[in-house]
């Protein structure tokens, strides 16, 4: 009577609980084919290629497909399915009033070595199916021999005896975890940055603050860690941190990771005024210069080892004639360094690539939509982004049509040349075009012969 419950014409989708990782392919193997034999294996692993596909490319398949496939007949299937339903792996639902009838097979991750040895039913089936002798092997396999570390002191390094003060952007802690626990037998999750104990002095800090304003409530473990690291970034004494702490309270009748640190922000920008962010004082990291000890033969190669060596406020110096560059262009570059994970070398490229090419303007939208992109791209070092910034400029600027063009979008860019870009590939253009691409390469790349000379 299997007809009733299955037919060719049925169609099916593959969904799965949680993640299915690498290793649930040898505890399948090892421990659940055994108890539910090679067919039933067989079809979880058909329909686990089957929701990988899917992901990429979502669709629904027929039985009739899945018989050939499999080479059964529909009972076949049927008691398969069956066998992994029984078992936990896997479970079926079907879509009301459909016509043909349409089922979702939701594939469940095995047990985990340690919860399937403890389990009381599956690891008894298993002993009994392989015997003693195997089982124990299995067994030892799967377990990991823990070193008792009583007897050890524990001498690990903190973050901060080994780091310096970073900056915001560059402290974000790891999120728990909520993947479904598929490693080897007990997994601990990673709490993020460690720091050595005391850091800070909450207590200091408590004398200065009134009870009136910050409750001991709000002093949460999370707001605690975030005032503890937000101090060591920024080197805010115990006493100063009591006074930010309680405007954040009196602006905001809470105390939250954010808001802590948006009045950071607000206090250093006023302490120190005048001065320049750290971040766009850095420069290139020194692991990614190519010219740190290398000296540069070709205009390409000097204009490298020059966007390693300035910082972003030179670059932004640099265009303003030597004056001051303006608050605006100062935030803006800081906040996309720091959303985009730029390194200064890599934003040095682009404000020169940006402010020669859109006469001397950096247009918010345009400076974000190159930083996005460079960072999809994953570009670290100066030469990647120099490559980068080429490729743009040899490209045919859009053809012009009768439509109007859309104000809120950036200004078509005038490209100019940098020095570096030698020889620029002809690409398919206009003579008008050409020549005056041309031009705009030679002025971009001018500036640094002036240097030179």
């Known amino acids: 009577m299997h007809w009733k419950e299955l037919l060719p014409v049925d169609t099916l989708q593959v969904e799965a609980v949680g993640l299915l990782h690498e290793y649930d392919r040898k505890i399948l193997t090892l421990l659940y084919q055994p108890l539910i034999g090679a067919e039933a294996y067989s079809l979880y692993m058909t329909l686990w290629s089957t929701y990988e596909h899917q992901v990429s490319s979502p669709s629904t398949m027929t039985h009739h497909s899945l018989k050939v496939m499999m080479r059964w007949d529909l009972k076949k299937v049927l008691e398969e399915r069956r066998k992994l339903e029984g078992i936990g792996l896997m479970k079926t639902y079907l879509k009301k009033d459909d016509d043909p009838r349409h089922f979702a097979y939701e594939l469940n991750p095995p047990l985990t070595p340690e919860r399937f040895f403890n389990d009381g039913v599956l690891n008894i089936y298993l002993y009994n199916r392989l015997g003693k002798n195997r089982y124990n092997e299995l067994k030892k396999h799967f377990s990991h021999q823990h070193i008792d570390l009583d007897a050890y002191t524990d001498v690990t390094a903190s973050f901060n005896e080994v780091f310096d003060s970073l900056h915001p952007s560059e402290m974000v802690l790891a999120e728990e975890s909520e993947e479904t626990d598929v490693a080897v037998v007990g997994r601990t999750d990673n709490k993020g940055l460690v720091f050595s104990s005391p850091q800070f002095d909450f207590e200091v800090m408590k004398q200065h603050i009134s009870d009136m304003i910050v409750s001991n409530q709000m002093l949460t473990k999370s707001v605690k860690q975030t005032i503890e690291r937000l101090a060591f970034v920024y080197k805010i004494e115990p006493y100063e941190m009591a006074r930010i702490v309680e405007q954040a309270a009196i602006h905001h009748d809470q105390l939250t990771e954010d808001l802590l640190r948006k009045e950071v922000s607000s206090w250093f920008a006023l302490e120190n005024k005048g001065k320049v ?9 020194t692991e990614l210069q190519e010219f740190h000890k290398k000296e540069p033969s070709t ?12 910082t972003p406020y030179d670059i932004l110096q640099r265009a303003a004639a030597g004056g001051k560059p ?3 262009d100062m935030r803006m570059v800081e906040r996309i360094m720091d959303e985009q994970n730029l390194n200064p070398g890599v934003m040095n490229v682009l404000l020169d690539f940006i402010l020669e090419t859109q006469d001397k303007k950096l247009s918010k939208n345009y400076v974000e939509k190159f930083a996005s992109h460079w960072a999809r791209a994953n570009v670290k070092t100066v030469r990647e982004a120099m490559n980068l910034a080429i490729k743009e400029l040899e ?4 053809k012009k049509t009768g439509k109007q063009p859309n104000r809120n979008r950036p200004s078509t860019r005038t490209d100019k040349v940098p020095e570096w870009i030698s020889n620029p590939k002809e690409p398919e253009m206009d003579e008008g075009e050409r020549e005056e691409k041309q031009k705009q390469l030679q002025k971009f790349l001018s500036k640094y012969k002036k240097d030179k000379d």
Not at 299 to 310: G, L
């Open 326 to 328: 303006s608050q605006a």
């Open 277 to 285: 962010p750290a971040l766009q004082m850095r420069k290139q990291p």
């Open 299 to 310: 205009s390409e190669e000097k204009a490298a080892q020059r966007y390693e060596q300035m």
């Open 395 to 398: 490209q045919p600027s859009p």
